[in-house]
């Protein structure tokens, strides 16, 4: 693979998928990331294609346990003192670019972060590039790469479900408890990992509007489905775009 490395996108849908050979997976709320474990040193690539490594230091220093040629699509988030995953957080050390030292290291030092893995893009050598592999092959080289890091971590895989009411329980659940931006994607078995591609996957956002009220977006990406829960612009009235 090529630094910098395209991200799969999104578009809508009408409706959130059913089906046997769906997978679903919880998204909690931060930022974008590939992370590359080259030979040796680790990068990290923001979604615009960005090195954003020095302001993820800690990340990079975890990814170090990976073995080289692997790359990975994930996610950066940023917890609480009580476990909510905050967005304020990861924008605060993300806003801390071009000059990240010593912001990044005071926040890292704060609120470290975790990286939430939810696909493998590049296994070591001899493998190489998978992403034109099936999501499930995929899937289940993520889960066997990550089970040999040492404990504790913080590269962790995303937590999935071939079951459409477990992943609606999820949704429920955490969005009862305030989690206004949890996010439930959908991936078919046979779904290829394909850059900027905007068929084949699904999101519905539900979204506060003015008065309070909810609405749906839904988002369409590869061949799964995103549904996201995003605030809206209150002076508008409309839902603030989802980030996949």
């Known amino acids: 693979m090529d630094w910098p490395a395209s991200v799969a996108l999104a578009q809508s849908v009408p409706e959130l998928t059913t089906g046997t050979d769906w997978s679903y997976e919880v998204k909690?709320?931060?930022?974008?990331?590939?992370?590359?474990?080259?030979?040796?040193?680790?990068?990290?690539?923001?979604?615009?294609?960005?090195?954003?490594?020095?302001?993820?230091?800690d990340l990079a220093l975890a990814g170090h346990r990976l073995p080289a040629g692997t790359v990975l699509d994930g996610e950066a988030v940023i917890t609480t003192e009580d476990g909510r995953i905050s967005f304020e957080a990861v924008q605060a050390r993300a806003a801390s670019y071009p000059t990240p030292a010593p912001p990044a290291r005071r926040l890292a030092a704060q609120r470290p972060a975790h990286y939430i893995a939810f696909d493998a893009l590049q296994l070591p050598s001899p493998t190489g590039d998978i992403r034109a592999r099936p999501y499930g092959e995929r899937r289940a080289a993520l889960l066997r790469l990550l089970?040999?890091?040492?404990?504790?971590?913080?590269?962790?895989?995303?937590?999935a479900t071939t079951d459409r009411d477990t992943a609606l329980t999820?949704?429920?659940?955490?969005?009862?408890?305030g989690w206004l931006r949890?996010?439930?994607?959908?991936?078919?078995?046979?779904?290829?990992?394909?850059?900027?591609?905007?068929?084949?996957?699904?999101?519905?956002?539900?979204?506060?509007?003015?008065?309070?009220?909810?609405?749906?977006?839904?988002?369409?990406?590869?061949?799964?489905?995103?549904?996201?829960?995003?605030?809206?612009?209150?002076?508008?009235?409309?839902?603030?775009?989802?980030?996949?």
């Open 147 to 159: 089970a040999e890091l040492p404990e504790p971590t913080p590269i962790q895989s995303v937590s």
């Open 170 to 177: 999820w949704y429920d659940t955490l969005h009862n408890q």
């Open 28 to 57: 909690l709320d931060g930022h974008r990331m590939i992370l590359w474990r080259t030979g040796d040193r680790v990068r990290l690539q923001a979604r615009s294609g960005r090195d954003v490594t020095a302001v993820w230091g």
């Open 182 to 244: 949890t996010t439930v994607v959908s991936h078919r078995a046979c779904w290829t990992y394909v850059s900027n591609a905007l068929v084949g996957c699904s999101a519905l956002c539900p979204v506060r509007t003015v008065g309070g009220h909810e609405a749906g977006v839904l988002l369409q990406y590869g061949l799964g489905v995103l549904w996201v829960v995003g605030e809206a612009d209150d002076s508008r009235g409309d839902a603030v775009p989802c980030r996949r």
